[in-house]
């Protein structure tokens, strides 16, 4: 049974052995659709993996990071395309690059990505990402003109997921950069808090179920009415 075993061991390597990159490639390409018809995320990956070595593209390595990302495998994706800021990237590549940063917890990196990809498509919701990483990065005069610009460019259809709860849920995005808008008026006065929560209000106002404004609102009263805060001292 061993010598069985492994004469179609060698049989097998020598029939891959025998086909050309043309059908290598045309079985891939056959396998590739086949995966994603039944939804195979690893097949699909698998299949491109075999076709972009078989036959490298920009393509088809951007779209590989795409899916690798897209399904929570940052480094993968990143392994790919690599973290540094290139002008030749598509994007994709871009877009990839910068929420992979992100879920990675390297906001400054992520930024630069953002703001490459703002360039090439301004829009509210790249506002949003920029203005969250600034804030991160104690950049808040930064953030908030990008949230100046989202909220003048967000349409009532955007909306923007959380995941704080166990079950996530969507506002509209205006209600989300407003609530941006509160953190960094805190983050660039943390003793008047007048600002951050007349915003954190707004937001709650467009967005009844906003519950990380809801907290963050909550956070900012039960701060400001703590003994040790030196405003409510005699």
Known sequence: MRKLACLAVLMTAGALQAQTPETLKNHFEAYYFQMRLQGDVQGVINALTHLNVIEPSVERRDTLAYIYANNEMHLQALNLLGIELNPDDS????????????SLNQPKRALDQFQALFKLTPNAYLAYEMADLKIQLGENAGALLDIDYGVENATDDMKYAFYERQQPYEVPLKAALIHLRGLAQYGMN???????????????????????????KQALE????TPENPENKN
């Open 190 to 216: 943390r003793n008047n808090i007048d600002k951050a929560l007349a915003s954190f209000d707004e937001a709650l106002a467009l967005a009844p179920n906003f519950n990380l404004a809801s907290l963050s």
């Open 91 to 102: 994007q994709l590549a871009l877009q990839v690059k910068a929420l992979s940063l992100k």
């Open 222 to 225: 039960s701060r400001n009415n």
